[in-house]
């Protein structure tokens, strides 16, 4: 098409333009000047000032005008179809991308405005002559024996403008000189799986056969569909290549926490190394990997990243620690137990990297991370809290499997974690007795079918939900869960529950007996408090107690205590009729209930029942 330009490229009128001629297109004068002439010459409809955006230079902020050039062009809309078809063999995460975004302008694609005005860059190879002949020169080769020097063309020679413009070609007798213009830089992103291996004056064959394209995976964000994405399927569309890559995991821009794009002007800028520092790099990424869906904008709040710390690997390191206490550096076998919380366990777990397997070969991240997190949950919250007094007992063997179970569930955890965490796994994995020299060196775990056990996983869930009902009916009824009670009456729909699950029942909503029976699940205490439940629930109290003064002291589990405890006559009693479980429970040689108040002491009181309890350690 012809172009008229009234602006010149420094962005004044060009001559010829009576009272505006040589004046700067952008300055307010000049507006007001054109409405005076307008409004003069009966022309001007209407006039108003409106605030609008306006572009500047991202560099010197200096305004910056649009104005029609020529430019080269490579005809992608006859494309078109070739390229929607090639988008129906790629995998988008998030999947909407591929119609929506990607599709629609696949769908209204349109012809690429290929060059560029650049002082440096990659030339266009296009050499004209004085009559408009042109060459287009595919290769160094080519270039070298064109060239009307070919010295200018070594081995160490530049081929970037503005170098490769002193190189004057010959042929037919007549001279070419380089058009001026360069490529778009986008030409080279999406020429990148070709020129990653000098195709096709190179590794050939790593292309043409398949080797080493297309790529299985890439990722970028989400302006990259009409950027990267799209210039990658372009350049191997023109070269008659099939799709470049298999999966994509598009990604959202990251905004602040309010969801304001981040600016220096506004303040809100988030300095990732700074987060890296504070945090952690593994928890940087588990936020960017939960807090949303790969497609969607994410709001960064620093707040909420420290309670993902501590919700994720702060429980997974106390977790650790608990095992590194207990665990003797024995080579243990987990598959001899028949512990109920141990087969459940190994149950979740081999569950979790069948799941994890499956939803990764989708290259489905977000579910699969938050199913990690829920798993460090379920770890810390049912399995290790209701091993605790396994590993403290005085059965070795329940000892050992609770330790071995627990061994290979941190090291297959340290090996899932890997892709996501890699340095927490890494620390892991050489904790738990990982035996190769990194975790990212290991295979990826399968799962073991036969310790899937699908009925144990259903059990075990409708336990926990008896014990939720539990929990929420004695906090109707006010009576904290140390305190004993004497039955609780469980309806299940199957009218029947495992007896080992039954114990586990008892053992954590502190009952003496579960009856079960037929109908919609629901949960009833007993709630009738006897002289000896009362006795029971106040030696809980006091194991409590002694324990949290034992953390407040820094004793370990290897420190020995003098136990006292002092009080009324009920509380003495108490104490003498529990004293084998208060010993145990608090690490403790003897108890002494007279005497001199120890200097490590604590008063308190339990249902308007005064005691006072201390120790010395041994």
């Known amino acids: 098409l012809p172009k008229f330009h009234l602006v010149k490229l420094d962005g004044t009128y060009v001559a010829g333009t009576d009272f505006l001629e040589e004046r700067l297109v952008t300055d307010e004068q000049v507006a007001i000047d054109i409405i005076k002439d307008l409004a003069h010459r009966g022309l001007l409809f209407a006039k108003e000032k409106y605030e609008h955006s306006y572009p500047h230079c991202w560099r010197c902020k200096s305004k910056v005008i649009y104005y029609?050039?020529?430019?080269?062009?490579?005809?992608?809309?006859?494309?078109?179809?070739?390229?929607?078809?090639?988008?129906?063999?790629?995998?988008?995460?998030p999947e909407h991308l591929k119609e929506g975004r990607f599709g629609e302008w696949l769908r209204e694609v349109k012809d690429w405005a290929f060059s560029r005005e650049r002082y440096w860059g990659t030339p266009l190879p296009v050499w004209e002559a004085q009559d408009g002949d042109r060459l287009c020169v595919g290769s160094f080769e080519e270039l070298r024996s064109l060239a009307k020097d070919p010295s200018r063309v070594g081995d160490d020679f530049d081929p970037h403008r503005p170098f490769v413009d002193a190189i004057v070609l010959v042929k037919d007798g007549k001279e070419f000189q380089r058009v001026k213009d360069v490529c778009d830089v986008w030409f080279d992103s999406g020429a990148m799986p070709f020129a990653q291996w000098h195709y096709p004056f190179e590794n050939k064959e790593l292309i043409d056969l398949g080797q080493a394209?297309?790529?299985?995976?890439?990722?970028?964000?989400?302006?990259?569909?009409?950027?990267?994405?799209?210039?990658?399927?372009?350049?191997?569309?023109?070269?008659?290549k099939e799709r470049p890559f298999k999966n994509v995991i598009c990604l959202g821009h990251v905004l602040d926490a309010e969801g304001k794009k981040m600016s220096k002007s506004l303040g809100n800028i988030v300095l990732p190394m700074e987060m890296i520092d504070r945090y952690g790099a593994d928890a940087v990424r588990w936020y960017m990997y939960t807090i949303n869906?790969?497609?969607?904008?994410?709001?960064?709040?620093?707040?909420?990243?420290?309670?993902?710390?501590?919700?994720?690997?702060?429980?997974?390191?106390?977790?650790?620690?608990?095992?590194?206490?207990?665990?003797?550096?024995?080579?243990?076998?987990?598959?001899?137990?028949?512990?109920?919380?141990?087969r459940w366990m190994l149950a979740r777990l081999n569950k979790l990297v069948d799941q994890t397997t499956q939803r990764l070969e989708h290259y489905i991240v977000t579910e699969t991370v938050r199913e990690l997190g829920e798993f460090i949950t379920d770890l810390s919250t049912w399995y290790v809290r209701r091993s605790r007094d396994r590993v403290k007992g005085t059965d070795e063997q329940d000892k050992q499997h609770t330790l071995a179970t627990l061994n290979e569930v941190l090291l297959t955890f340290s090996k899932l974690l890997a892709p996501f965490a890699p340095f927490f796994a890494e620390y892991m994995y050489r904790e738990v007795g990982g035996e190769k020299e990194s975790v990212h060196l290991e295979d990826w775990p399968m799962a073991d079918k036969t310790l899937m056990n699908e009925k144990m996983l259903a059990d075990m869930d409708r336990t926990r939900k008896i014990v939720s009902r539990a929990f929420e009916r004695r906090a109707e009824a006010g009576i904290n869960v140390r305190q004993p009670l004497?039955?609780?009456?469980?309806?299940?729909?199957?009218?029947?529950?495992d007896s080992a699950l039954i114990d586990v029942i008892k053992d954590e909503v502190n009952v003496k007996e579960v009856i079960v029976k037929e109908g919609d699940?629901?949960?009833?205490?007993?709630?009738?408090?006897?002289?000896?439940?009362?006795?029971?629930?106040?030696?809980?109290?006091?194991?409590?107690?002694?324990?949290?003064?034992?953390?407040?002291?820094?004793l370990t589990?290897?420190?020995?205590?003098?136990?006292?405890?002092?009080?009324?006559?009920?509380?003495?009693?108490?104490?003498?009729?529990?004293?084998?479980?208060?010993?145990?429970?608090?690490?403790?040689?003897?108890?002494?209930?007279?005497g001199d108040v120890p200097e490590t002491h604590e008063t308190f009181s339990v249902n308007a029942i005064d005691v006072t309890i201390g120790f010395v350690k041994q």
């Open 68 to 93: 029609a050039k020529d430019s080269w062009y490579i005809a992608m809309s006859q494309l078109r179809n070739d390229m929607l078809a090639q988008n129906e063999d790629i995998h988008w995460e």
């Open 213 to 240: 394209y297309p790529a299985d995976f890439i990722s970028e964000a989400i302006d990259q569909t009409r950027g990267w994405f799209y210039t990658l399927l372009a350049v191997a569309t023109l070269l008659g």
């Open 486 to 497: 004497a039955i609780l009456t469980v309806a299940l729909p199957l009218g029947s529950l």
């Open 557 to 594: 589990i290897e420190d020995r205590v003098e136990l006292f405890v002092i009080g009324s006559t009920e509380v003495l009693d108490a104490v003498k009729e529990h004293e084998d479980t208060l010993l145990h429970s608090t690490l403790a040689t003897q108890l002494r209930t007279s």
């Open 293 to 342: 869906q790969p497609g969607e904008s994410k709001r960064f709040d620093e707040k909420v990243l420290g309670e993902m710390l501590r919700q994720n690997f702060g429980i997974l390191s106390n977790v650790l620690s608990f095992y590194q206490m207990f665990e003797g550096g024995h080579v243990r076998e987990y598959r001899t137990s028949q512990h109920v919380l141990d």
């Open 521 to 554: 699940l629901a949960v009833e205490f007993d709630l009738q408090l006897t002289p000896a439940l009362k006795r029971e629930g106040l030696v809980r109290e006091i194991i409590r107690r002694v324990n949290a003064l034992r953390k407040k002291e820094g």
